[in-house]
């Protein structure tokens, strides 16, 4: 099967959704189009959503249902993408101003980044808006931890705010441009530095080191993470998306070849998780047990 090249032009944004599932594909927001791009494990590439009110798509989540959202940038709006492709506005608010993060707590609230305002807008699943938190103007992109602590890169600085709200600014400081954020299961953060080309590792402790520079990695703007230990990242010059695995070897998983900017991407699984898996195996005994005391009732 011939495979089709992606224009990855100016990757900005990587959301890993599932991250306990094996097979995953890539969904590309073309930042100057209207178009949400598939990237399948063989490489393929189909156009998965366009149009109905998407506007220089910017930035991607994925709920636990497999629903796809998309932060429009420059307007007030977040679309929502089906499995199936169908676009809707899921919600428009003067509280949203320029979103560029994305990321969706254990309650299935979504919290933006709004990079025009400085706030953190918080949505809950039925539509309701509201600021959660204000971090001040260039606030980039978004991660949570496994505790439910929120984190935000704000050029510089990478800021920490509780589930209550309290923000702690500088929490993670020094760095000359970080953007892109990610955790990976294990608890430790990786974040992408601009300037340097580097992505730079936070363990739980706080130990700080360079994980990956150079080879495929120049001007890294975005990155995700999946369930095996690799990373996804949106290089901003050289319009190409690499691949780091868990031990810091770099290779180019997607490079350019037709129109637009690819601003953000998220990492979709393809196979079921453990739990799904273990929510099979309930369901299957629970039919057992039931056929059993109906034979006995019968006998």
């Avoid at 509780?162 to 953007?179: E, I, Q, R």
């Avoid at 095996?228 to 290779?251: C, D, E, R, W």
Wanted: charged share 10%; hydrophobic share 35%; glycine share 12%.
């Amino acid at each position: 099967m011939k495979k089709t090249k992606l224009n990855i032009l100016f990757p900005l944004g990587l959301i890993c959704a599932s991250v306990n599932a094996k097979a995953a594909d890539l969904y590309v927001a073309e930042y100057g189009t209207q178009n949400i791009d598939k990237v399948e494990q063989n490489g393929n590439v189909s156009i998965f959503a366009t149009g109905g009110g998407l506007s220089n798509p910017f930035e991607l989540a994925f709920d636990a249902s497999g629903n796809l959202f998309v932060a429009n940038a420059n307007t007030g709006r977040i679309s929502k993408v089906t499995p199936d492709g169908k676009v809707t506005t899921f919600v428009s608010s003067s509280l949203i101003d320029n979103p560029n993060g994305l990321a969706f707590d254990t309650s299935g609230n979504l919290f933006i980044a709004n990079n025009s305002n400085g706030y953190i807008a918080k949505v809950t699943p039925s539509g309701t808006v509201s600021n959660f938190a204000y971090i001040g103007g260039g606030i980039s992109k978004l991660a949570f931890d496994a505790s439910g602590n929120l984190f935000a890169s704000t050029g510089s600085n990478i800021a920490k705010i509780t589930p209550s709200g309290l923000v702690t600014n500088n929490y993670y400081s020094g760095f000359s441009s970080v953007v892109g954020l990610t955790f990976d299961t294990a608890g430790n953060l990786y974040a992408t530095d601009y300037s340097p080309s580097t992505i730079t590792k936070i363990t739980p402790s706080g130990t700080r080191t360079t994980f990956a520079s150079g080879g495929a990695i120049s001007g890294p703007y975005t990155i995700a993470s999946d369930s095996s230990g690799n990373l996804y990242v949106g290089n901003f010059p050289s319009h190409t998306i690499a691949k780091v695995t868990s031990n810091g070897s770099t290779s180019t998983y997607a490079s350019p070849a037709t129109s637009g900017w690819a601003i953000g991407i998220a990492v979709k699984n393809t196979v079921p998780e453990p739990s799904t898996y273990g929510l099979i195996g309930l369901a299957a005994l629970g039919l057992a047990f039931a056929a059993r005391r109906r034979k006995l009732k019968t006998a």
